[in-house]
């Protein structure tokens, strides 16, 4: 069965400086994978998303994600952070099974942004 | 356009009450989804909707636990008898046929069982 891990609960940035939130994946065959943002009260947003074509992801508000198929690793970064993007972020990995619909969520990771 | 919609934002009850959440999609979405994210369990799948037809209910928690959906398009979420440990956010989604890993949330239904 797919799973997917969140290797940090919290991560706190100063504003204007890099973002790295980390996602490995364990699957036994090639999955679609997703980063989600959620903001306080609000619902998911969908970041950027990997289905098998280009490796390097660009998504919504300057984040990017890299798939590394030798490392099962799909980390979520950003050059800059802005105050904005304090909010929790889910890695997310499709079904193996194509006629199944259920995605499978990481745990979350907290990202703090100071200023 | 306008995105996935659901209702009540809120909703309190005591236990033992039945609730119903509902979800209105994105116009044109085949596809619906019930989640349920809670502190200690995280986001979990409850049940998938193609059309009226729900292939997938293997999350739902409980036989408390139903939801329908008419006319392909809105839904609504049924639990029975609520428990405390009902309590949690219940999230829908929906996604078009072409791409249905690409799931559209809704705000949620914060739900409190007193």
């Known amino acids: 069965a797919q799973s997917v891990t969140q290797l940090d609960s919290h991560v706190s940035v100063s504003e204007g400086t890099p973002v790295l939130l980390r996602c490995n994946y364990s699957s036994s065959y090639s999955p679609s994978l997703f980063w989600y943002v959620q903001h306080p009260n609000k619902g998911l947003q969908l970041l950027l998303k990997?289905?098998?074509?280009?490796?390097l992801v660009k998504g919504i508000n300057g984040f990017e994600a890299e798939f590394k198929k030798s490392e099962t690793s799909f980390h979520l970064t950003k050059p800059s952070a802005h105050m904005s993007d304090a909010a929790e972020y889910f890695c997310?990995?499709?079904?193996?099974?194509?006629?199944?619909?259920?995605?499978?969520f990481g745990s979350g990771t907290r990202l703090q942004v100071q200023p | 356009g306008a995105g996935v919609s659901q209702s009540p934002s809120n909703k309190v009850t005591e236990k033992g009450k039945d609730v119903e959440l509902r979800c209105d999609p994105i116009?044109?979405?085949?596809?619906l989804y019930w989640y349920r994210q809670s502190l200690g369990q995280g986001l979990e799948f409850l049940i998938y909707?193609?059309?009226?037809?729900?292939?997938?209910k293997s999350g739902l928690p409980s036989d408390r636990f139903s939801a329908e959906r008419t006319g392909g398009s809105v839904s609504t979420l049924t639990i029975q008898r609520t428990q405390q440990e009902d309590s949690a956010v219940y999230l829908c989604?929906?996604?078009?046929?072409?791409?249905?890993?690409?799931?559209?949330f809704g705000p949620g239904t914060r739900l409190t069982v007193t």
């Open positions: 990997y289905t098998s074509a280009a490796t």
């Open positions: 116009s044109g979405h085949t596809a």
């Open positions: 997310v990995v499709s079904p193996q099974d194509t006629g199944r619909r259920a995605l499978t």
């Open positions: 989604a929906s996604s078009t046929p072409g791409q249905p890993y690409e799931q559209y």
């Open positions: 909707f193609q059309g009226n037809s729900a292939p997938d």
